[in-house]
């Protein structure tokens, strides 16, 4: 087993499908290792893994030793359609678009992962996009 103070973030496609692919992932690493794991997304895909998680089984957060970041998304900002936070009901140009400044949320990501070094004293082992 590894060790709890080694840590894991994990960085979803904004897609409901791979949202749950990478809860069940982290679930597994953590079984595996023991790693503390982070995803991040945006605030209603984190929204909507809490609620998946809570139908299922509420205490899963705590038993797999999983956190849940938000990082700050603007769809007007990206001149995308209010509350666009992931591929769901976008039409194929929209997609490319969404995509495209999906990748903005440099500073957030910098941000978390020097507070996990802060936290823990060293940067996380992993970081899976």
Do not use: W
């Not at 060790?3 to 809860?23: K, R």
């Not at 359609?81 to 949320?105: A, G, M, R, V």
């Amino acid at each position: 087993m590894g060790s709890e103070n080694e840590h894991t973030v994990m960085l979803p496609l904004l897609a409901y499908g791979h949202l749950i692919q990478f809860l069940a992932l982290a679930k597994q690493i953590h079984r595996s290792t023991g790693f503390k794991i982070t995803i991040a997304n945006t605030p209603l895909n984190i929204q909507y893994l809490h609620n998946t998680i809570s139908s299922a089984n509420p205490n899963s957060l705590e038993k797999f030793n999983i956190n849940l970041v938000e990082f700050p998304f603007c769809s007007s900002d990206h001149v995308l359609p209010p509350n666009t936070e992931n591929t769901e009901n976008l039409s194929l140009d929209l997609i490319i678009k969404f995509f495209t400044s999906s990748q903005s949320p440099k500073t957030p990501l910098y941000n978390l992962l020097m507070n996990i070094k802060e936290k823990a004293g060293n940067p996380p082992i992993c970081i899976i996009f």
